[in-house]
């Protein structure tokens, strides 16, 4: 994965308006600004107060567990929900006033598939293009092009029942680009495929942007996909609790983070306040703490704690520990409490209407 | 990646929505898909002319023995323009249902979405729904031999084209039933609430006449009634029927008394297209 993030970057500077100041006269308009916007469903607060920019020709992610209000934030900029207030512009309509023209400049690819399996792939395709105003001079040219990018020339008469997750995905993609939207919108991209077939779906997210120069806004729960973008905003209970590019936040957070296995992790949680200083919490059945050299702090543990200490591990800084570091938990405590929250108010959203 | 080097070319960006030109383009797309499905499930091409073929072959020879027809003309040949309704009724009302189909598996999302208003994906069904009903009653009339009915060019026309307008009624009927329902399952539960009564009161298998008065004033509820009553009454115009035999079979629809002439009706058919049509709009723009 970094050796492809090391590679991306000199075609980066080549097209995309990443340094924007060094490449653009002008400032240009964001590709999504997203002022103070909230959502209520009832008594639920499903999104309070989020606001963000995300220039043209970026990546940008929003991460954050299960039911942290990615998705009804998407909803909302992709003018499927309205806002209970705040205001948003996506490629420079207004996503309340503007919707015609927010949805004729993105693509979406939501979460849940949306494709007609009785159709075959080009069918499904074409449906979209027309649907979109794709001139039908320019049709046939561009569903090859699209179908050769997303690797699916050699299917484009099947029936879509007979794909794979994988190609379904991709599928997927591929119409959302079709009609060359200005803001691409993936709504958990990868959810529900195997690691091989997520890693293929993120080597077309990346040579999209570099083919496309489209701005991407997506959302995952998967912190190793958070990688991938240029920034993130990690969001939980319906907030922004951070934002910035992958590494600045890791660095941020900087130090090591140490897990260990206690049978009496209350006393230990006390044993480590009293004579280290140290902070720490119970997670995943672990005691996990920070501490800035951990290869140096380990030998002191075990010589000055007097815990009985069935293993330990540690490991440097990763998005998950930025979540953890702004959060107070991981994102699979945090997915574990937060979803069954949101289905319950989902449920009684839906009852209600 | 290879195929990413040869993507340079990035279209313009092109503004749909707003204008008529690109809704009349979705109704087409949307129009033109329900074809594309309807012409590859042959299946249901088939098995959805089984129960007519049954209603027809057996219900009407079975029927024949005790409903004393007039002599010169058989029950089957007055059960086949009812038959040719009911073809009609249940794909057009199917047809329709495809949109909870679609809810479903989320392609409704994916039309929803599109910059194209709603009234012109529910048009595109509705006119979807109508050439589906109407192909299948076509192919249900290359039967009307078997019910002794004469292949006659202008009967047939004439018949398509009223199958053709109470096909769009029905569908946009569908259509507004399927605003409401979100799963499959309370399909069934509307074809038997909806559908079956509005076929078993139109006259499609039994002559509307000497009813109790209960069962006659829910004929006239019924629109079907004035769908069906044309149908059979242009078949029996092209056959050679005793006059007597006509009153019995071909009574037409009185209203108090007096006979509605078949423009009339196909003209109460057409408000109710209209109507529904607007009451679709109006549900799936809330959607």
Redesign the interface.
Known sequence: MHARRAGREPARTGIGPVPIEASVPTIPEPAVAVQHLRKRFGDFDAVRDVSFEVAAGETFGLLGPNGAGKTTTVSML???LAPTSGRAKVAGADVVTER??V???IG?V?Q????????TAE?NLR??A??????AA?LD??LD?IL??V?LSDRRHD?VQNFSGGMRRRLEIGRGLI????VLFLDEPTVGLDPQTRAHIW?YIE??R????ITILLTTHYMDEAEHCDRIAIIDNGEIVTLDSPDALKARVGRDRLEIAVPDPEAAIAALGERFGIEATVSEGMVAFYVSHGEEFVPRLFAESGLTIHSVRMSRPTLDDVFMAYTGRTIRDAEASASDHLRESARRFARRR | MAAAAGLHAVLPVREAGGTLATDLRGVRVVWRRELIRFARDRLRIVTSLVQPVLFLLILGEGLSVIARTPPGVSFKTFMFPGIVGMTVLFTSVFSAMSIVWDREFGFLREMLVAPVDRWAIVLGKCLGGMTVATLQGVIFLALAGAADVPYDPLMLLELVAIMALMAFALTAFGVLLASRIQQMQSFSVMVQFFVMPMFFLSGAVFPLVGLPSWLNALTKIDPLTYAVDPLRHIVFEHLTVPAAALASLDPGVSWNGWRLPVGMELGIVAACAVLLLGAAMVAFSRE
Do not use: C
């Not at chain 1, 027309?130 to 001139?135: I, M, R, S």
């Open positions: 992709s003018t499927l015609g023209r949805r004729s400049r979406l939501f849940d598939p949306t494709l007609d399996e009785y159709l069918e449906f979209h027309e649907l979109y105003g794709v001139p320019t040219a561009r092009q050769d990018m690797e029936v009609h060359s939207p200005r080597t040579s999209l570099q083919s496309e120069q």
